[in-house]
């Protein structure tokens, strides 16, 4: 008996997969992390660094992708984020 996966496509570059890292988001084809890949950015990596770091496993595209994901998941859910008001 065959065991079919049912891969999420969340844009070009990244997927999630019950069989693949527990289905957290990673880069398709890849088990890197989308996650690891932001924190590198946030950090201020450079992008060809980060590829390097992947051995050449991600590419620009695929980095641009989910800082856009990453953008707009803050913008759709900024009030999760919220810690305490500001104040005036």
Same mark, same amino acid.
């Given at each position: ?25 990673? +880069? ?7 996650? =690891? ?23 620009? =595209? ?16 900024? =009030?999760? +984020? ?7």
């Amino acid at each position: 008996m065959n065991k079919t996966t049912t891969a999420h496509f969340m844009g070009r570059y990244i997927v999630t997969d019950p069989e693949i890292c527990h289905g957290k988001p990673t +880069f398709r084809g890849t088990r890197v992390l989308v996650a =690891d890949v932001l924190e590198q950015v946030a950090s201020g990596m450079a992008w060809e660094t980060i590829i390097e770091e992947w051995n050449n496993s991600i590419i620009k =595209d695929a980095i641009r992708e989910a800082v856009q994901l990453a953008s707009q998941a803050l913008i759709k859910h900024a =009030d999760e +984020f919220v810690l305490e008001p500001l104040a005036a």
